[in-house]
Structure formats: structure tokens, C-alpha cells
């Protein structure tokens, strides 16, 4: 109605003038139904229903549009919480460790205070990870690492990253004093009854988030890099069916335990652990690393996944190129 009462009658063109006015004149609700003798709400209603009837469509040039679709893609066909891809630069003269390192740095910095205890593994791409996490004040929040270390290999091993990490959030440190691999299960078994290591593995199966790098069955993996596994581990590992490792626990191609001695040797959280943690973010590039990723994913071991361009179209292809005809 209009200032006298009356009620204004509009038609499909002054539907189109309001919406000229909305869109490209950048005119306020408030503005146009003065104009038009209409209340604000009524400007609102029908704003809607130009949009509904396709009398004005709202577009959005991403230019990374591509990687937006993979990224949803990704997360429907593993049902992931999310994904993140990360398109490669050859120019800025960084690895693609670092490249990827720093986009999941990006996201751990925005969520970390909504969590109590944050578990870390190992890994170069990890490294990067802490090395370019903004710092913040989450003094509430424990670091911890959910397995055995490595050793110093490349700074990359987890009890330097998880005090690194402590120190940029402003957090407290639970390191575990102890080697991933041990000799025997006799060994794991002795040192799990000594006080600190079983306090600091009670606190790490509280964690709610935890970031976590991909490991490869092969010389390339950190196991065989620190020197806990050779040759013959490859090979006995391979033959189990193992195609990746989280935290030194192998698992198959569907994300289950690759069940061998060596699991009993292991001073970490167990696979079933892991799985338990509410927000797991999985970090690999590489395409190298794509059925270590896909197993992952397929076992439910990480819920969010952060990796490159490549990696991922390899894994959203996976069941395709396997189903692909021999070329004989």
C-alpha cells in the first residue's frame, strides 16, 4: 500500500525496474520501496521471486572453479567431512610438500581452538604444515603425538613437531619418550607399563583432532629412511597386501589392518584408535602416494584431505582407470 493506503498494484515490468535498481543500481530495500509505495518486506518478496522465476540469475566466476568441483567430488565419493585441493605453482620455488603444507597450515590455524587435544604424527609435508601454522592463544589445547618418534630425520620426526607446534598455539606438550618400532612385543610390551609413555598414549586416545601424514610401503617412507624397516620389510609388507601406513600402522586397500608381527612392535596408537578421533585431516602429495591416500580414505582414517590437483584427479578416477580394458 502506498502512503495514503492504497494498494499498489506492480506488473513483470516494474518487477524488472526493482530489480535494475537492486542489482545494478545498488539501491537499498529501504529505497526502492519508498519508491515504489511498497513496504521493505514486499521489496524482499520480490527480489525472491525474480530469482525463482528466472528473471534474474546470480553466477559466481571462480577461477578456481575446477578445484571447487573436485573438492566436492572428493568428498561425496569417500564421504569425507571435506577436502581441500591445492593447485601446484612451478614458478614460486617451492616443493609440493611446502605448497600443500601451507594451505593445510591455512586450516588447522581457522579450527584449532574449537578442539581440546590435537594429535600429531610424522612426515616433510607435515613439517610444512607447523612451520606456517599462524600462531594463535589456544592455551586450553594439548599437542600430543599419537605415536613413537623417529628419530631426527629432516626435522620432520613428531616429537620436534609436536613442540614446535605447542609452542606456535601456545599449547601444552605430551611427547612420548620411546621409538615407533621396536625389537619385539616383548619390548612394546615393557615399555607400555612404564609411567609417562602410558600416561602420554592415555592422552593421545583423547584426542578430537588430529593431523596426520601418508606414508608409502617403500624405501621412500619414513620407516625405511629412520631405519627401522629394509628390504625384506618392503617385500613382506607388500605381500600382505599393506599400500600405505599412518603412524606406522599398515593397512590394506580398503583401510584395514595389515596384520603381520610388526603391528606388535608398534608403540602408538592402534589403526581402531585413530579411526575413533572426531576430525582427522590427512595431509600427501604426490601421485605416488594416491592408493596410500585412497586407503586411507576408504577405511574411514581421515575425514578431511588435503593434497594437490594431480593427486586428486587420480584418486577421483581411481575405479575407472582400473576397470579400463587391456590394451592387448
Not at 49 to 76: C, F, N, W, Y
Not at 119 to 131: A, E, I, K, N, Q
Not at 162 to 185: C, E, H, N
Not at 212 to 238: S, T
Request: net charge positive; hydrophobic share 40%.
Amino acid at each position: 500500500m502506498n502512503p495514503r493506503g492504497e494498494k499498489v498494484r506492480l506488473d513483470d515490468r516494474d518487477l524488472l525496474r526493482i530489480c535494475y535498481l537492486y542489482y545494478k543500481e545498488e539501491k537499498t530495500q529501504e529505497e526502492i520501496s519508498t519508491l515504489f509505495g511498497i513496504s521493505r518486506f514486499k521489496v524482499n518478496r520480490l527480489l525472491k521471486e525474480a530469482r525463482d522465476r528466472g528473471l534474474v540469475t546470480i553466477q559466481i566466476h571462480d577461477p578456481l572453479e575446477k578445484l571447487t568441483k573436485m573438492e566436492a567430488s572428493l568428498a561425496k565419493k569417500f564421504g569425507l567431512r571435506g577436502a581441500i585441493v591445492v593447485r601446484m605453482s612451478r614458478y614460486n620455488g617451492q616443493s609440493a610438500e611446502e605448497q600443500v603444507g601451507k594451505v593445510a597450515a591455512q586450516y588447522l590455524s581457522r579450527i584449532v581452538r574449537g578442539y581440546r587435544v590435537l594429535g600429531v604424527s610424522w612426515g616433510r609435508t607435515l613439517y610444512h604444515v607447523v612451520t606456517n601454522v599462524t600462531p594463535v592463544e589456544a592455551k586450553h589445547l594439548s599437542v600430543v603425538q599419537v605415536s613413537g618418534g623417529l628419530g631426527t630425520i629432516e626435522g620432520t620426526d613428531t616429537n620436534i613437531l609436536t613442540m614446535m607446534l605447542s609452542q606456535k598455539l601456545g599449547a601444552t606438550a605430551t611427547v612420548i619418550q620411546a621409538p615407533v618400532i621396536v625389537r619385539d612385543r616383548t619390548t612394546r610390551d615393557t615399555l607400555l607399563q612404564e609411567g609417562r609413555i602410558r600416561e602420554a598414549l592415555a592422552r593421545a586416545r583423547e584426542a578430537d583432532l588430529a593431523i596426520l601424514g601418508i606414508g608409502v610401503v617403500n624405501r621412500e617412507g619414513g620407516l625405511w629412511k629412520a631405519g627401522f624397516l629394509n628390504e625384506k620389510d618392503e617385500v613382506r609388507l607388500k605381500r600382505a597386501g599393506a599400500v600405505g601406513a599412518l603412524c606406522g600402522r599398515f593397512y590394506t586397500r580398503e583401510g584395514e589392518c595389515c596384520e603381520t608381527d610388526l603391528d606388535d612392535r608398534i608403540v602408538g596408537l592402534s589403526l581402531e584408535e585413530l579411526r575413533k578421533i572426531h576430525h582427522k585431516i590427512g595431509i600427501a602429495t604426490g601421485r605416488e602416494k594416491a592408493q596410500a591416500i585412497s586407503g586411507a580414505l576408504k577405511g574411514r582414517l581421515i575425514d578431511v584431505l588435503v593434497t594437490d590437483e594431480e593427486t586428486a584427479h587420480l584418486l577421483l578416477n581411481e575405479r575407472e582407470e582400473r576397470s579400463k580394458p587391456s590394451s592387448r
